[in-house]
C-alpha cells in the first residue's frame, strides 16, 4: 500500500515515525501524522492551517504538550 503513496505522502509518513521515535512511542497514531504534516511543512494541510491563522511551532508544541498530559 505504501507504494500507492505520493511521495508527499511518504515522507509524512516517514516524518510521524522520526516524531514518535523522538517521544519514545512504539506506535504511530495520528498526533504523529499531524506532527508530520507540520514538520513537512509545504503541504495542504499545513498550508491550511497557516491560512486558518495557526502558528505551526505553537500547534507542534501543543501537541506535544498534550501527549505528555496524557502520559502523566
Given at each position: 500500500?505504501?507504494?500507492?503513496?505520493?511521495?508527499?505522502?511518504?515522507?509524512?509518513?516517514?516524518?510521524?515515525?522520526?516524531?514518535?521515535r523522538l517521544l519514545n512511542h512504539n506506535y504511530?497514531?495520528?498526533?504523529h501524522i499531524l506532527l508530520g504534516l507540520i514538520r513537512e511543512g509545504e503541504?495542504?494541510?499545513a498550508q491550511v492551517m497557516v491560512k486558518l491563522g495557526a502558528d505551526l511551532n505553537k500547534v507542534r508544541q501543543q501537541?506535544?504538550?498534550?501527549l505528555f498530559?496524557?502520559?502523566?
Open positions: 500500500m505504501f507504494e500507492r503513496f505520493t511521495d508527499r505522502a511518504r515522507r509524512v509518513v516517514v516524518l510521524a515515525q522520526e516524531e514518535a504511530i497514531g495520528t498526533e503541504g495542504v494541510a501537541v506535544i504538550q498534550l498530559g496524557y502520559q502523566g
